[in-house]
């Protein structure tokens, strides 16, 4: 009578020591929807309760990183730029990689910032890095309106594909998803990873073209190089944008390294997230 | 087939924790690094929050969980809530689950209380469309009008808490965990609460209530599941469960001895031998409920002939005195041998309040004295086994007041209004 009675009774949560991931919750996921659009909403609320602020450092923080990148290696130490000019192809660079690491930091600090949520109330935890990966995409299109208006200064008019921007962007967000997961769950085990996030992503400034152009890597370490998935995505970036050459072979093996980031971040997030509120 | 009416199965769980990791949980990466190094020593240790602990609970049932500090009772909670799992066993939930450990959970301070009242409800699992079809009444039963549109963290802590409750109030799950939300608030607001939790467990929900408020867990409570030290070990009527309670928490008060008279507390030829709280009958007491009397008696010995002095037994509560009684003259006690002294304490006059007893033998007659002071002799806890023939007759909510005696009212007419 036992396996007839579980058929039976279809609507029960079982809740068990070890449990593997299982179909039942990708349903779960979408039931939690709406709290995944709260997180985000409450953060950009936060972000820009001090309205001015809030969106003046949005605005002033991409410029001023310009300037000085268009001065000191651009000016300075003349560095190629694809025949853009230098702040436009820089520009093109920072739009995504502050988009990546906005979401970086959020997501690697979400669970011990909100520790008193975690301990108290039940939800699918991945939610909250998602959110923190999210909701930087604000930011994101403010900076996108200003290099917009330098494009215009400049005479850059996008071509067709320019469609393929969301796409990039997705890419992004993928990118963020497949490291922040890992990192915070990471972080939520071993506090002290927490201190190691500023270095890494900038050992990753460096290691990805944000204020040079990938060509400038020499042919034997271009594989090696488009393991970052950074890399190709910002020469998509240019491409899309600014009509340089466009990324090739590099933003597939880009594409691969997110797939696999993503898989191994949700499995190792998932085997843990049981235990955050123990240790938080 | 006959498992389907469980709201809640719970089986055999057990939740243990390494020890030393109570406190702070995780570790650096540099630890572990280390920690591979390290053989693998003895200092494994680990202690069980919970023990074997299993029981049903029925749909619609509301049931109190009590027990003392680090008990399990918040552990089992939290695991039946899914905030954390259970290291052996397992639990059946049948229907959509709701949890108030804390009050405020997910507000945020930069926010107005508007927008909190959308966060807080949606973290605590209500949907955006209920959240909206309940919004006037959560605004209503906060009194918190013309304040929606203040950041939350300039409200006074009262003006806090009421938000949070109003909010965790409506929400509406069909089985509701909920953990020591009663104790927020000032008394109004708190008897508020408590009516509306009368109103929720009246609305055929089950629901489990963890509290150190006995007359709460009382009045709410059908059935009552006691633990200690992880361990299950009462799960039957609520009243036998509280005296149970009591019996764990506070030992066998209704007596101390000191066998050894060297050790006996005293001094200038008095000796302390034993406090006890006793029935009307003499009988040892384990609970003391307020609607009976009770004796306190104390036997000690004299070590010389003539002793003179007084003895007074003073009960506070919640920090202050409630009342001392104390012997009307310093009596003389003329024989070396021993003695006991008793006074009554009458039905009806305790509260629902944890008393605890300050004795002292002293004379002041000619030279002042001190024999024996003992600040914290013992503690007991009254309560009201609500019968209605206490002096709260049929009121169930919080009455403020250290004592509680129960007086006689008289109402009349005095002038008909004739227009």
């Known amino acids: 009578m036992a396996p007839l009675q579980n058929t039976l009774d279809e609507n029960f949560i079982l809740i068990e020591p070890d449990k593997i991931i299982t179909l039942s919750e990708l349903f779960e996921f979408w039931y939690y929807r709406e709290l995944l659009f709260f997180f985000i909403w409450r953060d950009i609320k936060i972000r820009y309760k001090q309205t001015f602020l809030g969106f003046t450092w949005v605005i002033i923080q991409p410029l001023f990183m310009i300037l000085v990148f268009t001065y000191f290696f651009g000016e300075l130490a003349k560095v190629p730029s694809e025949g853009v000019p230098y702040p436009l192809f820089s520009f093109a660079g920072l739009l995504p990689w502050n988009l990546f690491t906005e979401g970086l930091n959020r997501s690697t600090t979400t669970m011990i910032t909100n520790a008193q949520i975690l301990t108290k109330v039940y939800f699918p935890r991945i939610i909250m890095p998602l959110a923190g990966i999210i909701s930087p995409m604000i930011d994101f299109a403010i900076a996108f309106g200003i290099f917009t208006i330098l494009m215009l200064y400049f005479g850059y008019i996008p071509g067709i594909n320019l469609v393929l921007l969301p796409l990039l962007v997705l890419l992004v967000l993928g990118t963020a998803l497949g490291v922040g997961l890992w990192l915070s769950a990471l972080n939520v085990l071993y506090r002290d990873f927490q201190y190691t996030l500023p270095f890494l992503i900038q050992l990753g400034f460096f290691l990805s073209p944000v204020v040079y152009p990938s060509t400038l890597i020499p042919e034997r370490f271009e594989y090696l190089y488009a393991l970052n998935p950074m890399s190709g995505i910002i020469d998509g970036f240019r491409w899309v944008l600014l009509g340089t050459n466009p990324p090739g072979f590099t933003l597939l093996i880009s594409i691969g390294v997110i797939i696999l980031l993503i898989i191994s971040g949700i499995i190792y997030f998932k085997r843990m997230e049981r235990y955050f509120a123990d240790v938080v | ?419």
């Open chain 2, 1 to 419: 087939m006959s498992d389907n009416r469980f709201s809640i199965e719970i089986n055999a769980i057990s939740k243990k924790y390494a020890l030393g990791t109570l406190n702070s949980g995780y570790m650096t990466f540099r630890e572990t690094i280390y920690g591979l190094f390290e053989r693998n020593s003895s200092s494994k240790k680990s202690i069980y929050a919970l023990e074997n602990v299993s029981f049903h609970v029925d749909e619609g049932e509301v049931v109190g969980l009590i027990g003392g500090n680090g008990a399990g009772k918040s552990t089992l909670l939290k695991i039946l809530s899914r905030i954390t799992p259970p290291s052996t066993g397992y639990a059946k939930i049948h229907g959509r689950i709701g949890s108030l450990l804390e009050v405020g959970t997910g507000f945020h301070p930069e926010l107005t209380g508007r927008e909190n009242i959308y966060l807080s409800g949606s973290i605590l699992g209500m949907k955006k469309q209920e959240i909206e079809s309940k919004y006037d009444e959560i605004i209503k039963f906060s009194e918190l009008e013309q304040f929606l549109e203040t950041p939350v963290k300039r409200y006074s802590s009262g003006m806090y808490v009421r938000l949070a409750f109003a909010v965790a109030a409506h929400l509406e799950p069909e089985i509701l965990l909920i953990d020591e939300v009663l104790a927020v608030g000032d008394l109004k607001f708190q008897n508020k609460c408590l009516g509306r939790m009368k109103n929720i467990s009246r609305s055929g929900r089950t629901i489990i209530f963890v509290s150190h408020n006995m007359s709460a867990i009382n009045s709410l409570c059908s059935r009552a599941i006691l633990l200690d030290k992880g361990q299950l070990i009462f799960d039957g009527n609520t009243a036998e469960a509280i005296s149970k309670y009591f019996e764990v928490s506070f030992g066998k008060y209704g007596e101390i001895r000191w066998d050894n008279i060297e050790n006996a507390p005293g001094e200038q030829g008095f000796k302390l031998r034993s406090f006890e709280i006793t029935s009307e009958d003499k009988e040892p007491l384990t609970t003391v409920r307020v609607d009976e009397a009770i004796l306190l008696r104390i036997t000690y010995r004299t070590l010389k002939e003539n002793m003179q002095f007084r003895i007074a037994l003073a009960l506070y509560a919640g920090g202050v005195c409630a009342f001392t009684i104390l012997e009307p003259e310093e009596n003389i006690r003329k024989d070396i041998g021993e003695y006991y002294s008793e006074v009554e304490i009458p039905k009806n006059f305790l509260a629902e309040m944890n008393y605890s007893v300050y004795l002292s033998v002293f004379s002041s007659a000619g030279t002042k004295n001190h024999y024996c002071r003992i600040p914290n002799l013992t503690m007991f806890q009254a309560y009201d086994p609500m019968t209605g023939a206490s002096a709260r007759g049929d009121y169930a909510q919080n009455i403020e007041g250290i004592v509680r005696p129960k007086l006689k009212w008289k109402t009349g007419l005095k002038s008909r209004q004739t227009e």
